[in-house]
């Protein structure tokens, strides 16, 4: 019954931009760090960015920084995604999962994890 649910997702041209939003029914992610991950087509599911429960501390892969913008509204229960300048690369089904209060860079040590939306860049 715990779930965390993604959206927001779907075909954009490079250069343009989704926000996507991972939001948690049957617990609440107050307590909760909550990271974004891809799989491309092929490739293993990589780190992405990851919010703090606190939100006070962020992270980010080198190849987004400056483009995503990773955010959270606790009383919505939900975490957000901000992607600006996408390239046809980071095409990949874009999954959020939770982990107690610390943002990890390991993608075992996550407890729950969203069924996935995708994202396609392309022109």
């Known amino acids: 019954q715990l779930q965390l649910v993604e959206s927001g997702g779907g075909l954009v041209q490079p250069g343009g931009s989704l926000r996507l939003s991972c939001a948690a029914s049957?617990?609440?992610?107050?307590?909760?760090?909550v990271g974004w991950f891809r799989q491309a087509p092929g490739k293993e599911r990589e780190g992405v960015s990851c919010?703090?429960?606190?939100?006070?501390?962020?992270n980010y892969a080198d190849s987004v920084k400056g483009r995503f913008t990773i955010s959270r509204d606790n009383a919505k229960n939900t975490v957000y995604l901000q992607m600006d300048s996408l390239q046809p690369d980071e095409t990949g089904i874009y999954y959020c999962?939770?982990?107690?209060?610390?943002?990890?860079?390991?993608?075992?040590?996550?407890?729950?994890w969203g069924q996935g939306n995708q994202v396609t860049v392309s022109s």
């Open positions: 999962a939770a982990l107690f209060y610390y943002c990890s860079g390991y993608v075992t040590k996550y407890h729950n």
């Open positions: 049957g617990f609440t992610l107050e307590h909760y760090a």
């Open positions: 919010i703090r429960n606190s939100g006070e501390r962020t």
